[in-house]
């Protein structure tokens, strides 16, 4: 038998597997892509999409490897505690189906191995992964089968420099900033949103380390999104983020206005969850007449 994940071989592949996961409407797996493994093989189970999926599983806008407990339960009713390698989020293609260019699958690859790497006693027969996290809104319970023999986790995109390319795939620390409809119905047409940290860009033997900038999450593709990153006046940096829909976006649909707050700098602040805090300085949200409008407000998320 081939290793379960033989096959994946590029980030191109695990794209297309998120439609196979149920990434088009946010759902998170019943059984291991693979439907049988063996100990020490690697699987990969979707968790669900985005928290405002109507089937979504997730409670939190980020998850990271530590963030989640796995252990598989074999026929014999034994738990043991098996390694979350990596978590990482798929979109679908932009030019895809709107609902599968705008929802993030949220993906883990789970090697069947104890703390010491070293493949589990397994009994054969049905098995039971069981994920939890206070990042997810129940425990996730996944089918699997265990096959006689002994696999070894699969390096699945290998190593770049010796470093794991998966490692790439993984979201920055960053910050979440959203819209919230606070009064009645309103149709956006255009935000506008400044912010200022006292930190500077800072060089380093990696490059340029940015003392703040912006991403925004994957969403409509008729939102344009653009970015002014500048010294401050009085020292710090000074970021602009201008966000316009022609079109409008209803009140129930904000979050296609998320954006991600991210700096090399993160790591090295005193409080890094809070490294954000007191960032935003104004906030202008228009309707599509270009008229000021209130009843939204902007909130920005501790780092995560």
Known sequence: MTNAFSLLRSRALL?????????????????????????????????????????????SEVLRSDNLQALIIDSAGRERVVRVRSVFRVF???????????RGQWLAVIDLVGADDAPLDL????????????????MQ???TTILDGTGT????????????KLGFLEPARQSLVSLRNTGGAVRVGAVQLDFHVDEEDTQSALGLLSAIDAVKLQGDRAISFLTWRRPGA????????????????????????????????ISRAAQPRNYFTGALQRAR??????ERISGVNVVVGAVL
Request: aromatic share 4%; hydrophobic share 40%.
């Open 15 to 59: 794209v297309l597997l998120w439609l196979c996961l149920g990434g088009l409407y946010g759902c998170q797996s019943a059984t291991t892509l693979s439907m049988a493994v063996r100990t020490g093989d690697t699987v990969l189970i979707g968790l669900g999409g985005e928290p405002e999926g109507p089937v979504s599983n997730l409670r």
């Open 92 to 102: 679908g293609d932009p030019t895809a189906n709107p609902l599968a260019a705008q």
């Open 123 to 138: 009994n054969t027969g049905d098995a039971v992964l069981r994920i939890s996290s206070g990042r997810l809104k129940g």
């Open 141 to 143: 319970e996944i089918n």
């Open 153 to 164: 986790p699969h390096p699945l995109l290998g190593k770049e420099s010796d470093l794991p």
């Open 234 to 265: 009085g020292g710090g940096t000074d970021l602009t983020v201008v966000m316009t829909a022609p079109d409008g976006v209803d009140s129930d649909e904000l979050h296609l206005f998320d954006v991600a707050l991210v700096s090399g700098l």
């Open 285 to 290: 949200i228009y309707n599509i007449d270009g």
